[in-house]
Each structure stands twice: as C-alpha cells, then as structure tokens.
C-alpha cells in the first residue's frame, strides 16, 4: 500500500534535518526517511566550519544553544607555501562575535537529532530511498531495505549527500585527484581562535580551531595522502610541521586519521516534477572554503521558508519549484565558482600562478574592501 506524505524528505543528515525542523516548526509535517538505522551511531570524522550566517539559522531553530562545545574563530590567517604575501580576516574588523565555529560533524547531527525527535517529526530509520519518480500530481518514493515500501509526496526533497542513487547524475563534474587526511591535533602554543588556511601545490592545508586543539584538514594528492595515513603518530606529526611550518610552535599529538576523496559534483536544485534536491545531492564541494555545509543549511532553510509562504494547494508545484530554484543558484553557482578557481589556482607549482597568488594575497591584505567582500561571503553567502 503507497503512503501518501505532503513532503517526503529522503535523509537525515545535517541539511535534511535542518530542513525537516524548519518545516515542523512553521507548522507542516514532513516525513522523513533515512538509510541509517537507529542504533548505528554516526560516525563521521568531518569537522564543520559553520559561518555566522549558519549559526543564525542554527539559532532560530532552537539548536544553537545546544552547541556548547562549538569553538569560534575569531582570526583567519591565509598564505602560501614558499612565497610572499599573506592576508588576515578577523572579526573585530568585520563587526562581528566570530567569522565562523568548528564543531565535530557528529556533534551538530546529535543536536539536530534531539531536536527532530522533540519537534515530533516523523523520522523512518533503517530507510534507504532506492528511486523517485516525479509525477505531475505527486512524486513516488520507493525503499529498499529489509521491508520495501511504497510513498507517494506533494513535494520529494532529496538530501542523502548525493550518496544515494536517487540524486540522479551531475550536470557538471570534476575530480580533483585531491584527498583530504582529516585528524584532531594538539599544538604547542595556544590558538587562541585563529584558524589558518595555507596553500601549496599539494593542495590546501587547513587548522580549524576545536576545543583546545586544532582540526586539521589536510589536502594532498591520492598517492601523498595514502603514505600520510600510513605514517605512524610521530612521523605523521613531524610531516606536518615540515609541510606547515612553525606557527603554532610543535605539533605535540594527534588523533585517529580519516579520508575524503575531494571532487565538484553538481546536479542543481531541480530535480523533476514535484522533486527538489538540497545540500550535497545538490552540489558536492571541495572543502577548501568550507562553503559546502553552510551552502546546503541555506537551500534547507530557503525550501523551508518557499513551502511555509506557498499556499497549500502549490506545495511542490512547477511554479514553486521554479521560483526556489531560481534562487538557489544566484547563491550555490558564486560559491561554486569560487571554490573551484581557488582549488585550481592555488593547487598548481606554475611559476606565474604562484606570483599572481602572491599578489592576490597582498592585494586582500592591504585594501580593506576587497577584504570585507570575502569575509562578508564568508559569512553570509550571497547575502553578504
Ligand atoms: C573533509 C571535509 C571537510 C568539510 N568541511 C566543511 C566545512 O568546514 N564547512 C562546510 O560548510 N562544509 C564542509 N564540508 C562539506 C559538508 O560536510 C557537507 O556539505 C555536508 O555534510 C552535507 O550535508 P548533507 O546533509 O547534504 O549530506 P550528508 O552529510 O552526506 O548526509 C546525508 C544523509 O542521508 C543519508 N542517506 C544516504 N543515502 C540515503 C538513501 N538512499 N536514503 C535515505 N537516506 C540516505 C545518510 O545516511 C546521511 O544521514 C566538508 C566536507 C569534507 C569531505
């Protein structure tokens, strides 16, 4: 028998949930179905740099204040491996508490939880969407699993990260043959809430401030990050001081290691008749900005505000539909495109590209404009 559903939406990571409340709490019911079963933890070792701009949604759905444990950036210091030119964001200059947080992925998830199961949303565990066909009336859901079923929704939103088989086929692609080797790790001096960003043409290497130490997020090429993740601790520690530098004083220790395989993958918003994709099923990006989870937190709450201000009868109408994804890409392509010409400009050991960067640094770093433009867009996304 088909359940009939006004919005069903197929995952509950961060996006999805954020989604999910967002709509529960202005009033409409949502289902949602998710691939993890209810007893398996999450296990994610992603660390999160959330803006400022996230953090205000976080807030205005109650969530915020359960992340006690989010640390704030207050600095941002940006440079180049091998070359002049360095740039600083800080928070005074922008008027603002901080310019972003870190938070363990799994934190935010355990937040979000908690507020899904208190908000009273519908949640299926244990539920992984196998196809959605859109349909002129309504979209159909089928799951797989141990018991298939059958959904029938006004409104399919997909939110599986683009790891199910329903977000359908990027319109645009790039691998970039970059992995990223994530860990916690302590330093010597106290960070006292700057985060640096520093290129090489390996790839970027990022220390977020978490907690009393730093998460790391360090690119390189598949073959460098397959030795970096077979190194013992001390190597481990003593290689990234030699590929870091001295900032931070030594690297004392660190944590379990993880991989992500880092690639562009855009399939856009619009998904069918009746069908929307948010967050990752929307666009996967390189972590390099950390715009990918702040970026998808906006689709989610956008949709939410789209279908709270839709009157009833066209919810998930092509008029509806059209409108939000309109939107979405004057935010998601910017983003995208910013993300990607930092990843290929700065990942490269060409001669003039490594002085052009140079100049771009100091350039950001001497006129104050150009500066707020990027923490702004940092902050905020397209709004700022
Ligand atoms: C190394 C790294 C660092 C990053 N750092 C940052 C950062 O600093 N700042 C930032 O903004 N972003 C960052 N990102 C990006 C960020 O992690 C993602 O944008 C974000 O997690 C996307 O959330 P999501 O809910 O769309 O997808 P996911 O987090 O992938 O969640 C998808 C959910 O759907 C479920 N699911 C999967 N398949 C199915 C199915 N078939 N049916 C039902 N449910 C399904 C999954 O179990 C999961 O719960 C980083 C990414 C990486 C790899």
């Not at 972003?100 to 355990?110: D, F, I, K, S, T």
């Not at 043409?201 to 077979?230: C, Q, R, T, Y």
């Not at 937190?297 to 939410?304: G, S």
Request: hydrophobic residues 40%; charged residues 20%.
């Amino acid at each position: 028998m088909t359940e009939t559903s006004e919005i069903v939406i197929a995952g509950a990571g961060p996006v999805g949930a954020v989604c999910a409340l967002a709509l529960k709490q202005g009033g409409l019911n949502p289902l949602v179905l998710e691939a993890r079963a209810i007893d398996v933890p999450v296990n994610d070792k992603r660390t999160l740099a959330l803006s400022y701009g996230s953090r205000l949604i976080l807030e205005r759905l109650g969530v915020w204040a359960h992340l006690t444990e989010a640390t704030p950036i207050t600095r941002i210091h940006i440079s180049h491996k091998g070359g002049l030119g360095r740039a600083a964001l800080s928070a005074v200059e922008e008027g603002v508490p901080a310019l972003g947080y870190v938070l363990a992925y799994g934190q935010l998830h355990n937040a979000l939880e908690a507020a899904l199961k208190e908000a009273g949303v519908k949640i299926r565990y244990g539920t992984p969407v196998e196809a959605i066909s859109p349909g002129t009336e309504a979209a159909k859901i089928k799951t797989g699993g141990e018991y298939p079923e059958e959904f029938a929704a006004g409104l399919a939103v997909v939110a599986d990260g683009g790891r199910g088989g329903s977000a359908g086929q990027p319109v645009f692609s790039r691998d970039y043959h970059q992995v990223a080797v994530v860990a916690g790790v302590a330093t010597e001096l106290p960070h006292q809430g700057l985060a640096y960003e520093r290129f090489t043409p390996d790839g970027p290497v990022a220390l977020l401030p978490n907690g009393k130490g730093f998460s790391l997020v360090w690119v390189n090429p598949p073959e460098k990050a397959e030795h970096i993740m077979s190194l013992d601790d001390s190597d481990f520690l003593a290689a990234l001081r030699e590929h870091f530098g001295g900032r931070q004083g030594r690297f004392i220790s660190t944590g379990p290691r993880a991989r992500f395989s880092l690639k562009l993958d855009y399939r856009g918003v619009r998904a069918g008749e009746r069908v929307v994709r948010i967050g990752n099923a929307s666009q996967t990006l390189h972590p390099v900005a950390g715009q990918g989870f702040n970026l998808g937190l906006r689709d989610a709450w956008e949709l939410a505000q789209s279908c709270l201000e839709t009157p009833h009868e066209l919810l998930g109408s092509s008029q509806q539909l059209q409108k939000y994804a309109a939107s979405r890409r004057k935010d998601a392509l910017p983003g995208i495109g910013f993300t990607d010409v930092l990843v290929k400009s700065f990942s490269t050991s060409n001669f003039l590209l490594h002085h052009l960067r140079g100049a771009g640094l100091m350039a950001l770093q001497t006129f104050p404009p150009a500066r707020h433009f990027v923490a702004k867009r940092m902050l905020f996304g397209r709004h700022g």
